[in-house]
């Protein structure tokens, strides 16, 4: 799966696109002014307990916090 596909999926499992997770990282204290201090496993047990994703959507999701990806990436 493409990193658009599972940012497609993502947007229509939670409704919440990668703006909304930078915003909700934010508040829980995962990132401070956009960099992230949370390790993966941390954000991936959020993301799988609060929204319910599997480990490759979740991870896709630390990647963006991570500046790893973002929403261009193919």
């Known amino acids: 799966m493409s990193f658009q596909g599972y940012l497609k999926t993502i947007k229509g499992k939670t409704g919440k696109g990668p703006a909304?997770?930078?915003?909700?990282?934010?508040?829980?204290?995962?990132?401070?002014?956009g960099e992230l201090s949370a390790?993966?496993?941390?954000?991936?047990?959020?993301?799988?307990?609060?929204?319910?994703?599997?480990?490759?959507?979740?991870?896709?999701?630390?990647?963006?916090?991570k500046g790893i990806k973002n929403e261009e990436s193919e």
């Open 20 to 33: 909304d997770f930078r915003h909700l990282a934010e508040e829980k204290g995962f990132t401070k002014n």
């Open 39 to 65: 390790k993966a496993g941390d954000i991936t047990k959020w993301l799988k307990e609060d929204f319910d994703l599997g480990h490759g959507h979740a991870m896709a999701i630390y990647a963006l916090l």
